[in-house]
């Protein structure tokens, strides 16, 4: 089954106190797309600009990644600077350059319609609606937002809201979204705009997991070396909703096991700038994590 997913796909440039990396692959519909890929079709809408390196492009349809949805226009593509301290859980954004993003207005392909899996990466959640209403009755639509959307479009976020299954945010923003401190009390207020669930992402100490029957709780993987977070939460989104379109199931256990899977590729994102360590990862590399993963959390 495929994946639709609609976001950015940028060059970043990004320091952390292990290095440096300028002009590297970046965007949020890549880490995603790249993630999704090892176990699903991913068809991408997204822009660039007429200066996006044609390498990049390669790489992405190296992956099964349909780039027909990627459209090249006159100008520049979108451009993100940002370091991170020590503590590596928070970027500082140095500089950010929309260039070509800011008219992007997503064109939804005939032949992605009919994707059975959707990703909202975090746009305008004017955008992300406009998405909505595009596709043709997808079976599980996952969304992702950030805090400058909920303070500076809450009411047109929330109508968005209203129409998607999973809402994904991290902690900060789910606070920020319920206007409520506690984490379990936010994700009840998230869950009474409309989205059947709420995934809480908490980098290094793992996620939480709300829906009406309970919560599934999943550590952070503990990792010996840390380089860059960038795209962390993308590619968690991209080997979560990947893994339930390889399944083909939305039944309570795969939904868990699909968490799982997109807690392995984030950790293996973190361990290099850009997507590096993606790009020479195996799934023989994922099983095995996954499966450590079970050996830390059983008891």
């Not at 928070?90 to 997503?106: I, K, W």
């Not at 809201?161 to 999973?166: E, F, R, T």
């Not at 900060?172 to 009474?192: F, G």
Request: proline share 4%; charged share 25%; glycine share 8%.
């Amino acid at each position: 089954m495929s994946v639709l997913v609609v976001g950015s796909v940028a060059l970043d440039t990004v320091k952390t106190p292990f290095g440096e990396a300028r002009e590297v692959l970046g965007g949020s519909a890549t880490f995603f797309g790249v993630s999704a890929s090892f176990f699903s079709h991913v068809n991408l809408v997204a822009v660039v600009g007429t200066d996006f390196p044609e390498q990049h492009i390669d790489f992405l349809r190296s992956r099964d990644i349909d780039t027909r949805g990627l459209k090249r226009v006159e100008g520049q593509t979108f451009r993100w600077e940002g370091y991170y301290e020590y503590d590596l859980n928070e970027a500082h954004t140095s500089d950010t350059r929309l260039n070509v993003f800011q008219d992007f207005e997503p064109d939804i392909p005939d032949e992605y319609r009919r994707s059975e899996f959707v990703f909202l990466a975090n746009i305008d959640p004017e955008l992300q609606r406009s998405v909505l209403e595009q596709v043709e009755r997808p079976r599980l639509v996952v969304c992702d937002t950030m805090n400058f959307w909920i303070e500076n479009k809450r009411e047109q976020l929330k109508r968005t809201m209203a129409g998607v299954d999973v809402m994904m945010l991290n902690e900060a923003e789910a606070r920020e979204l319920a206007e409520e401190p506690n984490l379990v009390m936010a994700a009840r207020k998230i869950m009474s705009m409309g989205p059947r669930r709420v995934i809480i992402k908490k980098g290094e100490h793992g996620v939480l997991m709300f829906c009406d029957s309970g919560y599934f709780v999943l550590p952070g993987f503990p990792l010996e070396s840390v380089f860059d977070p960038t795209g962390a939460g993308d590619s968690f989104g991209g080997g979560f909703l990947g893994s339930l379109a390889g399944a083909g199931s939305l039944d309570e256990p795969d939904i868990r096991k699909s968490v799982v899977y997109g807690s392995v590729l984030a950790s293996f994102n973190v361990e290099s700038f850009s997507c590096e360590r993606l790009k020479d990862l195996t799934m023989e590399d994922i099983e095995c994590r996954y499966q450590d993963f079970l050996r830390i959390t059983r008891f």
